[in-house]
Each structure stands twice: as structure tokens, then as C-alpha cells.
């Protein structure tokens, strides 16, 4: 059997307009957002304020590295997170004065990443919808933590480690180093492992990829996990770095993390996605959110115009993927 | 029959040409289909058959040609156009409604209305008179997903008759369908025609094409080869035309020295859905495993890898008895299952051909941490080249690929697994000739390397060409063991017919 027409094998990737608009968009639109903020605002392009702007997302940019595991398994999102966030915050400091700052904040991270765990078994276990179980269990934990401290206010001991968590080091941030540094181990996990084929395979045809041997209910109940353990330390960093926590300390942070992974070009629908294109797409948020403020509009314009990019980015994905499925 | 060539025609497509980047789809095809015609339309998967309906169906626009609809051109041709001049679609995939009852389905999209409600007396009486026409012995009341694909299917055309089309295309519409329902289609399809209806018909099925169609229409890499009378062609002139060259045989037999006995399977059950099966598969044999739709062939391989639990007996692999619950199981022990349903349980569409082929064995190619990428990058590229996957491009999207392509990926990524029994579900479905012929020596080059295998296929010359040994299953019993030389169309056709009691 011979076929006349095989060339050699190659590995060029076909050059669709998706694929040439998710390697090139994010990087544009990093540059037209630093383009249009130095001309709004004379104090856009300064090192403090960029500094500024990362160092104060790269909290809520863990939780989005977390959820890009989970949107990439197919699990859709995790609306847990301000629960897990507060739990993680709550726990850190409420821990202090009798475990001392140390086996606080890890106390807090390991109640935060139980959450998830519990996510993960209700989601990939279960099978539940992972909207409805994860709502549920924010419910819940969000509810459990505002029984335990009454509606009030949480603060922190002076110590070393909250010390630490608001330095500098090398002119750069703690917050913003953990967050590299967290990046950095996670890209490698998603797009060079086992583990990480196993998320984009259970995201692209759970089936197929059960079929195929992948343990699929942990790959997807890890993925929650993940999250829930980001969300912990999140909580933690944000506790001592603020020197106070409340149970709505993480408000909102599901949305802007969903926000960043969504502009990072990561499918809701799952099998794609890259840790790389969602640390662009915290990046984003960060810029817009502070071109809104330097700008002069009300700071609820945010939700607004992050809510209309979000929107506009599903379309785009869920246009381009119609398209690929109808050829 | 009738005499088509007396009849007006129905539509007529000169000089279609469609391109896409980097691939000429259709160059200068033509088509022309007579009222009370079946024109069938075959080709190798990639030939552009599916792109010229899509042009008919108005879902792509041609770059050049021109559409005319009895007799008058239409200059821009859209899907509402499409429907409008009375072209009705039937695909491969059913698209059904299945928590709707079969009349909502049967009106779907144009649902009878009395001021803002839906007039559902209407939408009975509709469905009740389409069925009839049909012959089909269908309550308009039932749930859609309570019947059985075949009737589900008819519940599909009788859909596209209700709107009183003038041109129906059936694309591959009996891949999914036994022996028996095919004859009900085929029914169907004679009384369509009767009426003056312009039938389309594409298959890779040449039988099929042989005994439907009137004339046919040969597509070969996007271009028009040629049109024939069914009746002055052979299957075998068919294929040459569709291929361009000579398939010295369509299905080639190794005859081996049969090694020890890789799997056993003794008085296997499931509730409801087979009983007592008692089967083996020797190394270097390819075991067949017949029966009609609904006999549970499917279930069987399915409890083998895994996929569903066994109620009672007991499975055995090289002599040692194993208990499988899950696939992961079923891969650590040596088995592979190519699933009949590619799409929704083979493939993953959006990773590439590479990530497909390795995603069984990922596990084997890395450290204790990271995948050996360019390892993993020879691997694929030597097994693409192999079982000439193509366009051999393996950082491409699988869904990309045509179907005979997928399967192949599909048998690739078993085949990296090294498993000593590979179990193969209707694994030349929906494939072209050259790709099935691909596929087939594939399998036979595992089992000469010492595999065994066991294949299932609704298409008994298949069967017959590549098994040594044809197990038949009659509604999930075991009711015959044909050794190779007793085999035939008949012999294993009585035995899933349930008219042989014991083997």
C-alpha cells in the first residue's frame, strides 16, 4: 500500500486567525494599555505606580493561575474563592495568638486548600455542576467564617513573617515575587507534565480522555484543590500584609481571577490554555483597572468595562471554536 | 425504476470552486441531479464531498460557480435560499431534540403556531401524516431519546419531508444503522424517489451506491472525476476512480502460526445487556466479533477494557485471572479498546495529533517531573509517518483532520500503549478506502508482531476478509463460534439473526 502524497512530517502549526490572535493579542494589548495610560495620566508610566499596580493584584493573580487549572479541566470556574480567601485570612490571624504567626498563616492556607478539597470531591468525585458546588460551598464557608468572628474585624500581631510579606526584596515586592515564582512553577506543571496533558485532555473530551486511561476525577478534583490552596495563601498574604482581615476581605476576586484567565485567552469551555497568557491577562486587569482610577472615572466603571472584555472574550472563543467545528 | 434521465432537472452546479488557506477544496466541480433520482456522491474522506453539500447547503459560499434550483440561478446562496428551494439535509449525526416528543421534533424550527402558543394539534397531525407517508411505525407522542437510533433516524426524515423538499442529501446516513435498518432506509429513500424527489446519497458503502443509486458521481482531491450510470460500473472501477490507482486487494490476509491464548472470557454477564459469553483470542489472531445492532457487541468489548462492570464470570489474560473496573486498569494491563464512537469518546479535538497519540502513555515518556519533549516529538512523528497520517502535520488540531485520519490517530495512540490485545469497535466507520486499507494493514502488522485482537464490524465483508474466527452475538448471547473457512455472509447472517440456536 503505497500513498503517493505523503510529504514528510512536519510540525508546522496551522496558522488560523485564532491562534495568530491569541499569541499576538495579549502583548499588544499589554503595549496599547501602557500607550494610552501614558497619555492620560502623567503618573501612569512610573516605576512606583506600575509597581504599585502589579504588587496589588499579584494576590488576587494566584487565585487566576489556579483557576486557569480549573477552566482548562473543563470545570468551568470556582466561586468559592472569596470564601476560601476569607477562611485562609480569618484563620491566619485568628490563629496568632495561640499557635504564634508561623503556624497561623500555614493553619489558614490548609483550611483554605481543605475548601478545595471538598470542591474538588463534590465536582470531580460527585459530578456535581461545578457552579452549583462551588457556590454552595462559598456559601457555607463564607457563612461559617462570619458565625466565628461575628461580623468583625480580625487584626495581626506585629510580627517577622507580616514584616517579611510587606518588604522589598531587590526593589521588587514580596507579593509580586511569590507570585513569579508561583507562576513559574505552574507553567511548566501545565504545559510540560503529565499532569498537565491530563487537565487539557479531561477539558477537551472528558470521554475520550477517560477512555484513554486518564485518571479523570482526580485530574478534575485536583484542579479545585489547587485553587483552594492559592486562595489560602492569598488570604494569608492579604491578612498580613493589611494587618487586618474581615470575611469579605476577598469579595469579588472569583470575577477578577475568572476576569484575567478569561483575557488570558483561556477557554471557558476548557482543553486549552496557558499559565504564560493568564499572568498577560492579570497584567491587563491590573492596567485597566488603574487607568480607570487615573483617569478620573468612578471605580465602579471597573466592573463595567472588565464584565464588557470578559463578555467580548467568550464571544470571540466561542466564535472562533463554532467556526473550527463547523469545517 | 424509474428513467431518470427523462426527468427535469433539479438542481444544477457548474464550475463550484471553494478554497481555503492553504487547501483547494473544490476546483471546477460540477453536479447535476435529475427529479426522481438517487445521484450518489463517493470519494476518498477529504475529496471535498462535504464541502460541495456544504456550498448546497449554503453554509459556505463557492469562490467561483454558479447554483442553479430547477432551472433558475441564484446568485447568492444562503442557508435560508438553500431551504427555501426545497433542500432538505439528513447527516451522519442526528440533530434531535431527544427530551422533545418525535411530533415537537418532526416540527421544530417551524412550529404550527395559534397566536403566540404553539398549535400543537397541528404539529400532530403533521408528524402523523409524515410518518405514514413514511411507513413509520412511530407514536408522534413518544420521547424522542426513548427510541432507537434507526427509528431516530426516520424521526430525522421525517422531518426534512415535512417541509415538502425538493433535493434531500443523505450524507452517510447508514453508518450508524444495522443490516435491517438499512433495508428500512433504503425503503424510504425508493419511496422518496417515487415522488419526484431529487436524492443525494453519499456513502462509503460501494453496495450501498450499487444497489440505490442511479447514477454516480466520482470526487477526487476537490476535483469532478466523473459521472456514471450505476448500472455500467463495478465496485472495483468505482474505488480505482476514487483512489486513482489499484488497490491490489481491499483486504489482505496474513496467515500466521497462532500463538498462546492472550484473552479468555468465560460465562461473562450483564444485566440486560449480554449473558454468558464465553469467548478467547489467541496472539497473532484476529477474532471477530458479529452481531446486529443492539446485540450487545458493544457492551461486551466495553466490560473487557473496563468501561462497565461485569455482574458475573470471570476474565483471564495470558491465564491469569484479572478483574477490571476501569479503563486505567484496562490499560495497565495490556488492553486497548478503539471505541466505536470516535467522536465523542476517541478524540480529543482540540489537541493536537501529538498530544492524541501520547495521551495513553503520557505517563511512560516522562521523568519524575517533565515530559522528554523531543522524545515524545520522535515517538509521534515516527508513528505519524507510519500509519501515514495526512496532512503530517502533527502539531495540527485533531479536529482538522478527516475521519479516516482520526481513527488512525485514534489506533495510534492503542498501538503506543504496546498492548497484547487490542479491541477495535467499527474501526473503519465512516473511513475512506484508502484510509480503511490503511487501517486494515495496520492491524494486521499488530497481530504478525504477536497481538491479539478482536474487532467488531457491522460490515460483514470486513469481518470475514480479516478475521480468523467470527464469534456471533444474538440479543447478548453467544449463538455461534465460524472458524475462517466456514465463514460466510450467510453463515454468520443466520447466526445474528438468532437462527442458530448454539454454536
Known amino acids: 500500500m503505497t500513498d503517493l502524497k505523503t510529504p514528510a512530517v512536519t510540525f508546522d502549526k496551522t496558522r488560523t486567525p485564532g491562534t495568530l490572535f491569541s499569541t499576538l493579542s495579549i502583548p499588544v494589548a499589554i503595549v496599547v494599555l501602557v500607550v494610552i495610560g501614558a497619555i492620560v495620566s502623567p503618573s501612569f508610566l512610573t516605576v512606583s505606580n506600575l509597581t504599585n499596580v502589579i504588587n496589588a493584584n499579584s494576590t488576587v493573580g494566584l487565585i487566576a493561575l489556579g483557576m486557569t487549572f480549573v477552566m482548562v479541566c473543563g470545570g468551568l470556574a470556582d466561586l468559592s474563592v472569596p470564601a476560601n480567601v476569607a477562611m485562609g485570612a480569618l484563620v491566619t490571624l485568628g490563629a496568632q495568638p495561640v499557635v504564634g504567626p508561623g503556624a497561623a498563616a500555614l493553619l489558614g492556607i490548609l483550611v483554605a486548600t481543605a475548601g478545595g478539597v471538598i470542591n474538588g470531591l463534590l465536582v470531580g468525585y460527585l459530578r456535581i455542576n461545578p457552579i452549583i458546588a462551588t457556590l454552595g460551598t462559598g456559601s457555607v464557608l463564607l457563612g461559617l467564617s462570619q458565625l466565628l468572628i461575628g461580623g468583625g474585624i480580625v487584626y495581626a500581631q506585629p510580627s517577622d513573617l507580616a514584616n517579611f510579606v510587606k518588604s522589598s526584596i531587590l526593589g521588587v515586592p514580596v507579593l509580586i515575587w511569590i507570585f513569579v515564582i508561583v507562576a513559574l512553577i505552574l507553567q511548566p506543571l501545565l504545559s510540560r507534565t503529565a499532569y498537565g496533558r491530563w487537565n487539557l485532555a479531561v477539558g477537551g473530551n472528558y470521554q475520550a480522555a477517560a477512555a484513554s486511561g486518564v485518571p479523570v476525577r482526580f485530574t478534575k478534583a485536583s484542579a479545585f484543590a489547587l485553587t483552594g490552596l492559592l486562595s489560602g495563601i492569598c488570604g494569608t498574604l492579604l491578612a498580613l500584609s493589611n494587618g487586618q482581615a474581615r470575611p469579605i476581605i476577598g469579595t469579588g476576586y472569583e470575577f477578577v481571577a475568572i476576569t484575567a484567565v478569561v483575557i488570558g485567552g483561556t477557554s471557558v469551555f476548557g482543553g486549552n490554555g496557558s499559565i504564560f497568557r493568564t499572568v498577560g491577562g492579570v497584567i491587563i486587569t491590573a492596567l485597566i483597572g488603574n487607568l480607570i482610577i487615573l483617569s478620573g472615572l468612578p471605580t465602579q466603571a471597573t466592573g463595567l468595562i472588565t464584565g464588557a472584555i470578559v463578555v467580548g472574550a467568550v464571544g470571540i472563543d466561542a466564535y472562533f471554536r463554532r467556526k473550527a467545528g463547523r469545517e | ?503
Not at chain 2, 477544496?25 to 475529496?47: D, F, K, P
Not at chain 2, 450510470?229 to 480505482?240: H, L
Open chain 2, 1 to 503: 425504476m424509474t428513467k431518470p434521465e427523462q426527468s427535469a432537472l433539479a438542481l444544477r452546479m457548474t464550475g463550484i470552486s471553494k478554497s481555503f488557506p492553504g487547501v483547494k477544496a473544490l476546483q471546477n466541480v460540477n453536479l447535476e441531479v435529475r427529479e426522481g433520482e438517487v445521484h450518489a456522491i463517493v470519494g476518498e474522506n477529504g475529496a471535498g464531498k462535504s464541502t460541495l453539500m456544504k456550498i448546497l447547503a449554503g453554509f459556505y459560499q463557492p469562490d467561483e460557480g454558479e447554483i442553479q434550483a430547477a432551472g433558475e440561478t441564484v446568485s447568492h446562496w444562503t442557508p435560508r435560499e438553500a431551504r427555501d428551494r426545497g433542500i432538505g439535509m439528513i447527516y451522519q449525526e442526528l440533530n434531535l431534540v431527544p427530551d422533545l416528543s418525535v411530533a415537537e421534533n418532526i416540527s421544530l424550527g417551524a412550529m404550527p403556531r395559534r397566536g403566540p402558543f404553539v398549535d400543537y394539534r397541528t404539529v400532530t397531525v403533521l408528524a402523523k401524516s409524515v410518518l405514514t407517508e413514511l411507513d413509520a411505525d412511530i407514536d408522534p407522542g413518544t420521547r424522542l431519546g426513548d427510541l432507537s437510533i434507526s427509528q431516530q433516524q426516520l424521526v430525522e426524515i421525517a422531518k426534512v419531508v415535512a417541509r415538502k423538499p425538493r433535493i434531500v442529501v443523505f450524507d452517510e446516513p447508514t453508518s450508524s444503522l444495522g443490516d435491517k435498518e438499512t433495508r428500512v432506509l433504503f425503503d424510504v429513500i425508493e419511496k422518496m424517489r417515487s415522488r419526484g424527489i431529487a436524492i443525494i446519497y453519499i456513502s462509503h458503502r460501494l453496495q450501498e451506491v450499487m444497489e440505490i443509486g442511479d447514477r454516480v458521481t466520482v470526487l477526487r482531491d476537490g476535483r469532478h472525476i466523473e459521472t456514471r450510470d450505476v448500472a455500467g460500473v463495478t465496485p472495483d472501477q468505482m474505488v480505482r476512480l476514487m483512489v486513482g490507482r489499484d488497490l491490489s486487494e481491499m483486504f489482505p490476509k496474513l496467515d500466521l502460526e497462532l500463538g498462546e491464548t492472550v484473552l479468555s472470557v468465560t460465562n461473562i454477564s450483564r444485566v440486560g445487556q449480554f449473558e454468558d459469553v464465553t469467548l478467547d483470542v489467541r496472539a497473532n489472531e484476529i477474532v471477530g466479533l458479529a452481531g446486529l445492532v443492539g446485540s450487545g457487541r458493544t457492551e461486551v468489548a466495553r466490560a473487557i477494557f473496563g468501561l462497565d462492570p461485569i455482574d458475573s464470570g470471570e476474565i483471564s489474560l495470558r491465564g491469569k485471572v484479572v478483574r477490571i473496573t476501569n479503563p486505567r486498569k484496562g490499560v495497565a494491563a495490556g488492553i486497548a479498546l478503539v471505541p466505536e464512537d470516535r467522536k465523542g469518546q476517541g478524540i480529543i479535538p482540540a489537541l493536537s495529533v501529538r498530544e492524541n497519540f501520547t495521551l495513553a502513555v503520557i505517563t511512560r515518556i516522562t521523568n519524575a517531573l517533565l515530559i522528554f519533549a523531543r522524545r515524545e516529538k520522535a515517538i509521534v512523528t515516527d508513528l505519524a509517518d507510519r500509519l501515514k497520517v495526512n496532512p503530517p502535520q502533527i502539531e495540527r488540531p485533531l479536529n482538522a483532520f478527516s475521519g479516516g485520519n482520526q481513527q488512525k490517530v485514534v489506533l495510534g495512540k492503542w498501538l503506543l500503549s504496546e498492548p497484547s490485545l487490542l479491541i477495535l469497535d467499527e474501526p473503519t466507520r465512516g473511513v475512506d478506502v484508502g484510509a480503511k486499507a490503511d487501517i486494515h494493514e495496520i492491524i494486521g502488522e499488530f497481530a504478525q508482531s504477536g497481538g491479539a485482537v478482536l474487532m467488531i464490524s457491522s460490515e460483514l465483508p470486513e469481518l470475514l476478509a480479516v478475521c480468523d474466527r467470527i464469534f456471533v452475538l444474538h440479543e447478548g448471547n453467544l449463538v455461534a463460534e465460524i472458524p475462517r473457512a466456514a465463514a460466510s455472509e450467510e453463515s454468520v447472517m443466520r447466526a445474528a439473526t438468532g437462527q442458530v440456536s448454539a454454536a
